[in-house]
C-alpha cells in the first residue's frame, strides 16, 4: 500500500528541470533517500551515500540508468530546496506498470540496505535491480495460469518462506520446487478433472529422489467476484513474510517466470476460493506414468496425459505417506 502512494505521490509533483539540475521529490517514510521525476516522467530515486571512496561505474541500460555521487538540487513541498549529492537510479519508462514495478522492488532493497549505505552497497542491490529488469524484457518462461498455481502453493503453505527458497523458473529446471532430494511438481487445469501433461522425466525423478505432484483447478474469474491476480497472490504472501531476502527472491523469481507478460501482473484474475479448495498432493509412487525404462533410448521428447482424479491427496487422513523428515514437505500444511 505504501509503494501504491509513492507512485501516486510522484505522479502528481512537477517534472524535474534537468537543465538546473532542479528535481521536485518526495521524502521516502523514515529515510534520507528521495524519490521525484525527470522532465521525460521518468521515475528518479536519489539515494543518499556516505563519503566511501570506492569508485563505482556509471550504468546506462535500456530501462535502467545508475549515475553515482551526482551533485543536484531538490526541492520537497513547500518550495523548500537543498542541493546535495545522491546516487541516482532511473527507470527509463513512462509505462505505469513498470514504474510501480520499479517504485515496489527498489523500495524493498532500499530497505535491505543501511540507513546511509555506501557505493559499494549500493551497487550490489543495482546489479540484482537490473538482473530483474533484464527478465521483464525476455520470453515468459511459464504461462500466467502455471505461475498463479505455483505462487498458490506458496500462499497456502505453513511456511512460505521454504518454498520460496525451494521455487525454481529456470527454462531448465525440471521441477519447480527442489529442495535437496525432496521435489514438487505444480500442475493446474481449468477442467473438472485432474488431467495433467507431462514429460516423461517429470514422472521419473532419480532414484532417491522424493517427488509430489500439486494438482489444483484453476479458473479465470473477474476480480469483483473474489479472482486474484499474480499481484493480489504476491501482496498476500508478502503479507506473511518479514525477511527482505525472501520478498526480493520472490520478486526476482516471478520476473524470470512472466518476463515481458508483466502487464499480466494484475490484469488477469483466476477463482482464489475454488484453487485453494482443491489444491492436492499427490506421491509420485501412486501417480500413472510411463516409466522411463520401458521406453526405448532413441525414443525422445515424450509427453502424456495422465488421470490423478482417483488418487488419495496425501492430506488425507487415510494416506500412509510419510514427510516428517522433510522440510519441504512439512512446510506445505
Request: with cysteine; glycine share 4%.
Amino acid at each position: 500500500m505504501q509503494n501504491n502512494t509513492l507512485y501516486t505521490q510522484i505522479k502528481s509533483i512537477a517534472k524535474g528541470d534537468e537543465s538546473s539540475n532542479a528535481f521536485r521529490v518526495i521524502s521516502l517514510p523514515n529515510s534520507k533517500h528521495k524519490l521525484g521525476i525527470s522532465c521525460e516522467g521518468f521515475p528518479k530515486f536519489f539515494v543518499f551515500t556516505n563519503d566511501s571512496a570506492t569508485s563505482s561505474n556509471n550504468i546506462v541500460r535500456e530501462l535502467l540508468s545508475v549515475e553515482y555521487s551526482q551533485p543536484c538540487t531538490i526541492v520537497e513541498d513547500g518550495g523548500i530546496s537543498q542541493s546535495n549529492v545522491f546516487s541516482i537510479i532511473t527507470l527509463r519508462a513512462t509505462e505505469e506498470t513498470l514504474q510501480s514495478y520499479f517504485i515496489e522492488i527498489f523500495s524493498i532493497m532500499l530497505s535491505n540496505l543501511p540507513e546511509t549505505p555506501s557505493r559499494r552497497e549500493l551497487s550490489v542491490e543495482v546489479e540484482n535491480l537490473i538482473s530483474i529488469f533484464s527478465a521483464l524484457r525476455k520470453k515468459p518462461v511459464k504461462e500466467i495460469q502455471g505461475v498463479w498455481a505455483e505462487l498458490l502453493v506458496i500462499e497456502q503453505s505453513l511456511h512460505p518462506e521454504t518454498l520460496i527458497s525451494a521455487w525454481h523458473c529456470q527454462p531448465n529446471a525440471k521441477f519447480d520446487f527442489t529442495m535437496g532430494r525432496d521435489k514438487i511438481e505444480v500442475k493446474s487445469t481449468s477442467c473438472e478433472d485432474r488431467k495433467h501433461h507431462f514429460a516423461l522425466d517429470q514422472l521419473n525423478p532419480s532414484a532417491n529422489s522424493r517427488l509430489l505432484i500439486a494438482s489444483v483447478i484453476v479458473r479465470e474469474s473477474a476480480e469483483c467476484s473474489g479472482g486474484l491476480s499474480l499481484k493480489g497472490l504476491y501482496d498476500k504472501i508478502c503479507n506473511r513474510i518479514s525477511a527482505i531476502k525472501f520478498k526480493l527472491k520472490l520478486y526476482s523469481t516471478l520476473a524470470t517466470a512472466i518476463g515481458c507478460d508483466y502487464k499480466n501482473w494484475d490484469g488477469v484474475f483466476f477463482d482464489y476460493v475454488e484453487a485453494s479448495d482443491t489444491l492436492a498432493f499427490y506421491n509420485i509412487d501412486d501417480v500413472p506414468r510411463i516409466k522411463k525404462s520401458e521406453v526405448s533410448e532413441f525414443i525422445t521428447e515424450v509427453k502424456f496425459c495422465s488421470d490423478l482424479s482417483h488418487l488419495i491427496d496425501i492430506k488425507d487422513s487415510s494416506s500412509n505417506f510419510d514427510r516428517s523428515d522433510s522440510v519441504l514437505f512439512k512446510s506445505l500444511f
